[in-house]
């Protein structure tokens, strides 16, 4: 597994662990959007971030929930990824 996630993963990650499809070409597009503007609740962002703890086995920073798009929670998962790599 690759040590940063890509906009395909995020978007599988939300489907998965929120519920909420959204295709990668649209989530690209929508960088900058909020999560709500996606469908995304708090909720679904805390189910996002454990289900990367899980897959990576590290736990991921507290303001990785509090994100407001995706641009923001990428920047910062893949540089705490990048930390423990």
Same mark, same amino acid.
């Given at each position: 597994?690759?040590?940063?996630?890509?906009?395909?993963?995020?978007?599988?990650?939300?489907?998965?662990?929120? @519920?909420?499809?959204?295709?990668?070409?649209?989530?690209?597009? $929508?960088?900058?959007?909020?999560?709500?503007?996606? @469908?995304?609740?708090?909720?679904?962002?805390? @189910?996002?971030?454990?289900?990367?703890?899980? $897959?990576? @086995?590290?736990?991921?920073?507290?303001?990785?929930? $509090?994100?407001?798009?995706? $641009?923001?929670?990428?920047?910062?998962?893949?540089?705490?990824?990048?930390?423990?790599?």
């Amino acid at each position: 597994m690759s040590a940063q996630i890509t906009v395909e993963e995020l978007a599988d990650l939300m489907k998965k662990a929120a @519920g909420v499809t959204v295709a990668p070409q649209e989530l690209q597009q $929508r960088y900058d959007s909020a999560f709500d503007a996606l @469908g995304i609740d708090s909720l679904g962002l805390l @189910g996002i971030v454990g289900e990367l703890e899980n $897959r990576h @086995g590290t736990p991921m920073p507290p303001d990785a929930e $509090r994100c407001k798009t995706p $641009r923001q929670f990428l920047d910062l998962v893949n540089t705490t990824l990048m930390a423990g790599a």
